[in-house]
C-alpha cells in the first residue's frame, strides 16, 4: 500500500452513504458489495456505472477477489439483531452474513494482506442481543483474526434532525498483542453509554482499545429545516378522509398534542409511524423537531409519515425521498427510482456526516499515527504494540 493510499473494501454497500461519508474524509472505495439488486440500482445512478461493484452473496465471495485495502467496512444486516425484529441474532438468516465477513477476512490474513482496519456498523440491538453473546461473539472473531477492538454509539440527532442510534465497531489490525489480566479503565462518555461501558468492563476477555475521543457536534436543524415546500393539491398530500383516519388511530394522549398543532399560531411539523399495539393499529406522533428513525417500509408500518397543522388545519403525507436523503446527510444524492424503492434504500442506510466525523475523528488518526509510517517507510517494523486494553 502507498503511503498515502487510504483506500476501503465496502462490504454490505447499500446505496453508498458509507462511501460517501469516507470519501468526505480522505478514504477512497476500490471495491463495493451487496447482494440486492434495487439498492445497486440507486447506487449506480448516484456514483455512474462503477466496476468496483460486486453484486453477490458475500458467503460466496472469495478473499483473492478482494483487492488490498487499508479500510474493510460492514453495515452486515440488522434484521435479526433489532428489536423490531424476531431476535435470531448472529444465527440469524439475514445477520449471519456478519460470518461471511469474518471468513474474508481470514482469507486475506492467510494471503498476508489483512486491513489495518475494520469498522462495523449495526443497530444498538446487537449490544444486548442473546444477552450481549452476539456481540461479544463477533468482537471474539476478531480478536481472533488480529484486531483489537472498540466500540461506540453514535445518534445521527448529533448531525441531522433524526432520532438514530447505531453502534460501531472498530477493529485495529494488531501485531503483538502483550496479554495482561486487566480490566478497561475509562470513563462512561455520551459515545460509551452506562450499557456499553458495563459491556466492556464485563468481557475483560475481549482485547479491546479504547481510544478517546471528542465531543460530539450539536445538530441546530429541525425537522421543519428538511423538508419540501409541495404545494397542497400536490398528489403526495393525502385526502381528507384518510387523514381522519389517521387522526382517529391516535391515542388520547397522540391525539391532544395533534390538536394542539392544528390550533397552534404557526405552522408546526411531526412525524407519525403507525404501531401495532395490543393487536389494534395505532398512529403515535413525535412532536420533538427530529424525525423517527429512518425504516425500510416492510409490511407498511416503516414508512414515516409527515403531519404539517397549524392555524386550525391540518395536512399529512409521507415523507419524500429527498426529505429522507436529507435526514441521513445526502441532501446531493441523485435520485431516480419509486418511492419505495427510495425508502428502502435511505431505511437501511447510515448517516453520511456519522460516517464522515468517526473517519476524520477516529479512522485518519490511527491511520496516521500508527499505519501511515510504516507505510511510507515500507518495512515490517511493529507499530505500536497493543495491550490488553488501553485507556481513554
Given amino acids: 500500500m502507498n503511503a498515502q493510499d487510504k483506500t476501503v473494501a465496502e462490504f454490505f454497500a447499500g446505496i453508498g452513504l458509507m462511501r460517501i461519508g469516507l470519501e468526505n474524509a480522505g478514504w477512497r472505495i476500490t471495491l463495493a458489495n451487496d447482494i440486492d439488486h434495487d439498492k445497486w440500482q440507486m447506487y449506480k445512478d448516484h456514483f455512474g456505472e462503477t466496476g468496483e461493484f460486486i453484486i453477490e452473496d458475500i458467503h460466496k465471495l472469495k478473499s483473492s477477489q478482494i483487492p488490498t485495502v487499508s479500510l474493510a467496512t460492514a453495515s452486515f444486516p440488522c434484521n435479526d439483531l433489532s428489536l423490531a425484529g424476531a431476535r435470531h441474532g448472529l444465527a440469524g438468516a439475514q445477520s449471519s452474513a456478519f460470518w461471511g465477513f469474518i471468513d474474508i477476512l481470514k482469507g486475506m490474513k492467510r494471503e498476508r494482506r489483512l486491513p489495518p482496519l475494520v469498522l462495523l456498523e449495526n443497530v444498538t440491538g446487537f449490544l444486548n442481543s442473546h444477552d450481549g453473546r ?43 498483542i502483550s496479554v495482561l489480566n486487566e480490566t478497561p479503565i475509562f470513563y462512561e462518555t455520551e459515545v460509551r453509554p452506562p450499557a456499553l461501558a458495563s459491556f466492556i468492563l464485563m468481557h475483560p476477555d475481549i482485547t479491546w482499545s479504547i481510544r478517546q475521543l471528542p465531543p460530539l457536534p450539536e445538530c441546530t436543524k429541525r425537522l421543519a429545516d428538511i423538508l419540501e415546500d409541495l404545494p397542497l393539491n400536490h398528489q403526495m398530500w393525502w385526502s381528507r378522509q ?90 446531493g444524492y441523485k435520485l431516480k427510482v419509486p418511492l419505495n424503492q427510495a425508502l428502502f434504500g435511505f431505511g437501511d442506510a447510515v448517516c453520511v456526516p456519522a460516517i464522515e466525523w468517526i473517519a476524520k475523528n477516529y479512522l485518519n488518526r490511527v491511520w496516521h499515527d500508527e499505519f501511515e509510517p510504516v507505510a511510507a517507510a515500507a518495512t515490517t517494523s511493529p507499530a505500536t504494540n497493543y495491550r490488553k486494553s488501553t485507556h481513554s
Fill in 242 to 331: 384518510r387523514c381522519d383516519y389517521m387522526l382517529n388511530q391516535m391515542s388520547p394522549k397522540h391525539r391532544a398534542q395533534a390538536e394542539v398543532m392544528i390550533h397552534s399560531n404557526t405552522v408546526r411539523y411531526g412525524t407519525v409511524f403507525r404501531r401495532v399495539r395490543n393487536g389494534k393499529s395505532m398512529a403515535e406522533l413525535r412532536t420533538d423537531g427530529i424525525a423517527g428513525c429512518l425504516r425500510t417500509p416492510r409490511g407498511g408500518s416503516g414508512r414515516q409519515i409527515l403531519l404539517a397543522a397549524g392555524k386550525g388545519r391540518f395536512a399529512v403525507r409521507l415523507l419524500t425521498a429527498r426529505e429522507c436523503a436529507r435526514l441521513m446527510g445526502a441532501d
Fill in 134 to 176: 452476539d456481540l461479544e461473539d463477533a468482537l471474539l472473531a476478531l480478536n481472533d483474526i488480529g484486531y483489537a477492538v472498540d466500540a461506540f454509539i453514535i445518534d445521527a440527532a448529533r448531525f441531522v434532525p433524526q432520532s438514530r442510534q447505531r453502534l460501531f465497531v472498530v477493529g485495529i489490525r494488531t501485531r503483538t
